[in-house]
């Protein structure tokens, strides 16, 4: 009997630990690359209608979005979201947040994105 109720016991206790666990990561969210630099949404439109990226990654629901700079010639200079200078070659990966707008959002405000 005593089995059984130290059985029932431990059982009760792992349910409990992987329900916490469960809810401790389901709100998670993915983060950008942590080698990108962060630029602000203003200058990535602008990067934008310059040609500037090869590739884009919008993450509506995480608020950020992913963008692989196209450049040819030399690098070209930017200062990051803090206003610190910052060199961007071909491949520089570079993310802005997007506070949730979605591709028709950042179309809309002028954000090329490319063919």
Avoid at 38 to 45: D, H, N, P, R, Y
Avoid at 96 to 111: E, I, R, V
Wanted: net charge negative.
């Amino acid at each position: 009997m005593k089995l059984k109720i130290k059985t029932l016991i431990y059982s009760g206790l792992i349910l409990v630990v992987l329900i916490g666990v469960t809810l401790a990561f389901s709100g998670c969210q993915p983060a950008p690359p942590p080698n990108a630099i962060s630029i602000g949404l203003g200058q990535a439109v602008a990067l934008s209608q310059s040609n500037n990226f090869s590739d884009v990654q919008v993450e509506p629901d995480n608020g950020w979005m992913l963008m692989t700079a196209k450049v040819t010639g030399d690098p070209l200079k930017i200062s990051d979201i803090n206003g610190n200078p910052a060199t961007i070659s071909n491949g520089t990966l570079l993310t802005a947040d997007t506070d949730g707008m979605n591709t028709a959002d950042l179309k809309a405000m002028g954000f090329v994105f490319p063919a």
